[in-house]
């Protein structure tokens, strides 16, 4: 049996969830994915070119996942001298979770009043996805379906100013959510699925709710990721 690239698994998961990706979708998980789990550190200088050989992407959709890389503070671009990955401030998660709560609630409330019937489906099948890598423990899956929950979500939400606030929470979030989290935690993959099924039924106060218990259990995860940084510095 051959061996399956990351971009074919990529594109396999993609196919399994139904939705298309694009060239420079699929650059920015994959470039989001190696900054969460550390194969590109904080510091580091990336070259467009040997990104692009790396991932066998070509140049310009490796451009365009840096751009958005760079607007949601994953990498920094200074004139002259390069594009560099940032580093993760613990701290600031503080700052993302005063503002994250009531724009998710927010985004679960108008997803299930304006979803399509193509997009509940799409939230059923993550849901059932998000529950089987909760239970296996798959971090990699898991991190795939988040992230595609997240543009779904939005997508059905329908409001470009909820997309725009969000896109950098969400993308801080997901850093430091992955970053600390050694394999995947059940009951956290259990209450994100109960907000997806939620959203896939069309009930606003469900979702609301769902999204809420969802939001709790990260808010604990984060607290307590920080208070053991904080004792080990």
Do not use: C, W
Not at 62 to 79: C, D, Y
Not at 203 to 218: H, Y
């Amino acid at each position: 049996m051959g061996m399956t690239t990351p971009r074919a698994r990529t594109a396999q998961a993609a196919a399994r969830d139904g939705r298309p990706l694009t060239l420079a979708a699929e650059a920015y998980a994959r470039l989001e994915e190696m900054i969460i789990l550390g194969r590109l550190r904080p510091d580091t200088r990336l070259s467009e070119q040997s990104l692009a050989q790396e991932l066998g992407i070509g140049r310009t959709p490796i451009r365009e996942a840096l751009q958005k890389l760079r607007e949601n503070n994953l990498v920094e671009i200074i004139p002259r001298a390069g594009v560099f990955v940032t580093r993760m401030d613990v701290r600031s998660q503080l700052l993302v979770m005063e503002v994250r709560r009531e724009l998710e609630l927010l985004v679960a409330s108008r997803a299930a009043r304006r979803a399509t019937p193509e997009q509940r489906q799409q939230f059923r099948k993550l849901a059932a996805g998000m529950r089987k890598s909760g239970e296996k423990r798959d971090k990699r899956r898991l991190m795939e379906i988040d992230l595609k929950f997240k543009d779904l979500s939005l997508a059905a939400a329908n409001n470009v100013y909820l997309s725009a606030a969000l896109a950098p929470i969400h993308a801080h979030s997901r850093r430091f959510f992955f970053s600390h989290q050694e394999t995947t935690d059940p009951t956290i993959a259990s209450t994100h699925a109960d907000a997806m099924e939620a959203i896939a039924a069309g009930s606003e106060e469900r979702a609301v709710a769902t999204t809420a218990k969802f939001l709790d259990a990260m808010e604990a995860f984060t607290m307590a990721a920080i208070a053991k940084e904080l004792t080990t510095q």
